[in-house]
């Protein structure tokens, strides 16, 4: 594929062992920067693993063999020396279901800022509006920031994540089908916030739904038992299959 | 319910449901009742002391003397409250570290043999880490006290509260690995996203959503060292004082109760006392159950 967009992220023969499973086999692929690229495949097919390499959360399987290269601003993650904690604070994750920390809801999005060594009360006030906001939540809790995040409902608990992942100020936001539990009006939120985010972020975005990729992708990587099938910008592959499988996931999923 | 089930089921499966039913109702209601019934009968064989002396005089009262018609319980509660609060002390820091490591840290055949481990402790006859107190610890702590240069005998508060710690560990532990183990593992992919090290999540977010866990734990393990006896009562020295420190004798209210019913040799309210002292022992153990109760509610994530 041509990219004209530089990359953020490169990776270069990436596989990942399971015990008994090949999950991701000589993964080659550039993410463009600020841009939404959508990962695409059946159930099964490794996009979660991907993406979970992508911040060094496969450290977490010991079972789990990873090799190859992952490069973000040139910089390889996947070598064992780097600072996992750095590398993480340049992605943030949106997963299938929220996980709000059991805290405030002030206090989750201040989390990321404390780690970051950002602890002065006026500075941590406003960088948590601030995010509040970019996540399109801050009209709805502001008037009770320090009840428990676990009392938001399924919706406003991943918007919080968003803005949880948007505090520490990362390049790329990794979600994972983040808005599979979600009511149709908080689908449609958290969709509208990609499309703004991505003029500041780069998205890397995991999704079933063929529409939703339509709806927001710019670029689209199909994914097959571990292997890239066809990746592209998004009307090429979603319009204009070249590969038989992804002809067939794509008729098969409208 | 139960009459919809009347209609559908005939003969010999009606009635066997019926049997069932009633025979879980009669056990939900014997498992309620119990309790109060323990209650009242103690009540009951304790009033003749509370209608001699008034219920402070019991409770505060230090000299105690039977012959004499004296019975302060003060020492025995002081007693308990020790050792229990030492065996606290020992397990609970213990359990939740050794928890933490084994759930976080090890890798998951390490729990695999754990588990057994845990059982076998669980298992182990209550009298048996009394004899293990008394040829092992005892020699340890009267060691320890005359490096401290206190003379000591080693049957002591501190050795019953030894003994207790390892006693309830199997307990706590048990249900400390449960709580660990139970955390959602997205969770702790959320902490470790946003770039905080592995003993951070820990710290900041396992510890605070399995707060309610552990206390749970915790007072599991007050409750077995409150109520413990043959153990504590073969290596706590059985002398009623209050300790002036932990190298010395002290008597828990079980072992006052264990060491003497049966031998009141018709002493004048000696037996009554007795059940004063069996009451006050399920007063207290209820009471901390309702107090850990309330902090396990409050904070229920
Ligand atoms: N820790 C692990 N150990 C063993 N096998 C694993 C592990 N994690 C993932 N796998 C396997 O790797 C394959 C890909 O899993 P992954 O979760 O990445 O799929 P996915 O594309 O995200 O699927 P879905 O759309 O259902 O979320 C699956 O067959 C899964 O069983
Ligand atoms: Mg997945």
Known sequence: MVMTETPIIRIRDLNVHAPDNHILKNIHLDIPKNKITVLLGPSGCG????????????????????????????????????????IRQK??????????????????????????????????????????????????VKDRLHSSAEQLSIGQQQRLCLARGLAVNPEVILADEPTSALDPVSTQMIEHQFQEL??????????????????????????????????????????????????????AGV | MISALKIKQTGSRFWVDRISTTWMLAGLFFILVVPFAIFLGLLIKALPLLYDQSLWAILSGT??????????????IVGSVLVTVLAVCFSAPTSLMAAIYITQFAPKRFLKLVHPVIDILAGIPSVIYGVWG??????????????????????????????????????????LIEVFRSMPIGLKEASLSLGSTYWECIKHVLLRKGLSGI?????????????????????????????????????????????NYG?????????????FAALLLFVMVTFFNFASRYFIQKYEV
């Open chain 2, 134 to 175: 008394v040829l092992t610890i005892i020699p340890l702590v009267a060691g320890l006290a005359s490096w401290f240069g206190i003379s000591s005998t080693g049957y002591s508060i501190l050795a019953g509260g030894i003994v207790l710690a390892v006693m309830s560990t199997p307990y706590v532990l048990n249900m």
């Open chain 1, 47 to 86: 996009k979660t693993t991907l993406l979970k390499s992508l911040n060094r959360l496969t450290d977490l399987y010991p079972e789990l063999k990873i090799k190859g290269n992952i490069y973000i601003d040139d910089d390889d993650i996947l070598h064992p020396e780097r600072d996992v904690s750095q």
């Open chain 1, 91 to 140: 992605m943030g994750l949106l997963s299938q279901r929220p996980y709000p920390l059991p805290m405030s809801i002030f206090k989750n999005v201040a989390y990321g800022l404390k780690l970051k060594g950002i602890t002065k009360k006026d500075e941590v006030e406003r960088r948590v509006q601030e995010y509040l906001k970019k996540a399109a939540l801050w009209d709805e």
């Open chain 2, 263 to 275: 031998e009141m040799m018709s002493i004048p309210l000696y037996d009554s006392a007795l059940m």
């Open chain 1, 198 to 251: 991505k003029e500041e972020y780069t998205i890397v975005l995991v999704t079933h739904m063929l529409r939703q990729a339509r709806r927001l992708a710019d670029y689209v990587v199909f994914i097959y038992y571990g292997k890239i099938i066809e990746h592209g910008p998004v009307n090429e592959v979603l319009d204009n299959p070249k590969e038989e499988l992804t002809k067939k996931y794509v008729s």
């Open chain 2, 63 to 76: 000299e105690w003397s039977p012959m004499r018609g004296n019975f302060g319980f003060l020492p025995f």
């Open chain 2, 215 to 259: 206390l749970a734990a915790f007072a599991l393990g007050v409750s077995n060292a409150l109520g413990n006896t043959i153990a504590v009562l073969m290596v706590v020295g059985n002398r009623v004082q209050f300790p002036s420190n932990v190298f010395e004798a002290g008597y828990p209210i079980p072992a006052l109760i264990a060491n």
